[in-house]
């Protein structure tokens, strides 16, 4: 019997155990990578019913959900997928995308944004910052009630262009909704003593091994750069940025570096609500159970809740 973690010492959650026995823990490798991509473009070219599709001057493409019932100025949200930056499409999210444009009553535009390895640092930001910049513009969009959002790497690309936003004062954000982000390079298992007491076993989807690889993808074209302007986490100070909400499980690699995101916030006198769900691992709100539900309705009031104070 296995003697349960000093870092993890919470089960699978119940909701979860089923899934926990057939996720694997690496879902990409460098062979497994043209694969994936392989998904993604089919993904990618399904035809969805009600997604406006148009590519943006830059040269990436986006998608765009609007409401069931429009008002004159509505929220915006940029959203941006997961894929460790080396994989994923905007359209594997549309159901994500539409369920926050209809329960938020807001546009949501999904980015694909370029990935790495042939794309490195900083041009998936670039595209990112683009279709945020897009957004606010849209006639129907207030411009004082404008979010940025994603999912794991997402979730730290969001990150990114919310500290590019604050740094560039343009356009200013009324919060991010950062869902298990990936937001550091260090959380690679080669220092013991950084993020110390991640259990290999209880991961999934996404280990130290896959972080090194998306990280190294990602960070070829930084150089010396990287520390500051390629990494939220290792940006110098977070104060200034828009009310922030993080959620994480206790299962999940990025927990750690999150919370200590989340700490550096508060510090920084940044508003941050941090969601944990323990015994849930990387991607579990993907599964249709109560507990990613709750999970996915946590953001959603946080985010309801700020843009009626930003009305």
Known sequence: MRTPHPRHPDPVHPDLRWAARLAPQRLVRPRSLPLMRLADGLARNRPRRGVEI???????????????????A?????WLHGGGQLFGTAAQDDAVCR???????????????????????PAGLDDAY???AWTAGLPEVDAARLVVAGASAGGGMAASVALRARDRGRPEL????????????????????????QDPSVLRV????????????????????????AVPARAASLAGLPPTWIGVGSHDLFHDEDLAYAARLTADGVPCQ?????????GFDRLGTDV????????????ERVLSGAR
Do not use: K
């Open 130 to 132: 683009e279709a945020l």
């Open 99 to 121: 369920h926050l444009a209809d329960r938020l009553g807001a546009v949501v535009v999904a980015v694909d944004y370029r990935l790495a390895p042939e794309h490195p640092w």
């Open 274 to 282: 941090l969601e944990v769900v323990p015994g849930a691992f990387h």
């Open 206 to 229: 996404w280990d130290a091994a896959a972080n090194r690889f998306g990280w190294a993808s990602y960070l070829a074209g930084a150089g010396e750069a990287h520390p500051e302007a």
């Open 292 to 303: 990613g539900r709750g999970f996915t309705e946590s953001g959603c009031v946080f985010l």
């Open 74 to 78: 509505v929220p915006g949200i940029l």
């Open 174 to 197: 009324a919060a991010q909704l950062l869902v298990y982000p990936m937001l550091d390079d260090r959380t690679d298992g080669s220092d013991p003593a950084h993020y110390p007491g």
């Open 54 to 72: 148009t590519d943006l001057p830059g040269g990436a493409g986006v998608r765009v959900h609007r409401p069931a019932v429009r008002d004159r």
